[in-house]
Each structure stands twice: as C-alpha cells, then as structure tokens.
C-alpha cells in the first residue's frame, strides 16, 4: 500500500514539479520523464509484491510444503 501512495506521490511532483523548478524545456521533460517512470515502477513493484504473497498464500493452502 505504502509503495502505490509513493508511486502516486512521485506521478504528481512530475506533473508538477518540473514546472515549477525550471524554465528549460529539455530539463523539463527529462524530470518529468524520470519522476514518471519512478511513479509507474513503484506501483509495479507493489502489484508484483501482491501477485506474489497471493500466489505463496494459495500454494500454501494446498497442502504442498516443502521439507
């Protein structure tokens, strides 16, 4: 949860952020680029962490653990 509020946080200083620290175009778009893909990975990362314990909960629910 804690790394979908960052994602979020990091997606809108993008939008944001840039803007307002700089007048050059280039600089702009390269920030709002990298604050973008950082935003987007959080997420990711907290979706794949949430696929994973899902998949471990179920397999352990079977029955089958290793010894």
């Known amino acids: 949860m804690l790394l ?3 994602g979020a946080a990091l ?5 944001y952020l840039p ?3 700089t007048d050059d175009e280039a600089l702009r ?3 709002n680029g990298v604050l973008r ?3 987007f990975g ?12 899902r998949a471990r909960r179920s397999q352990g629910d ?3 653990e290793d010894a």
Request: positive net charge; hydrophobic residues 70%.
């Open 42 to 53: 959080s997420i990711g990362a907290a979706a794949v962490m949430l696929v994973a314990g």
């Open 4 to 6: 979908v509020l960052v």
């Open 62 to 64: 079977s029955g089958s």
């Open 29 to 31: 778009a390269t920030a």
């Open 11 to 15: 997606l809108v200083a993008g939008a």
């Open 19 to 21: 803007r307002a620290l």
């Open 37 to 39: 893909l950082l935003g």
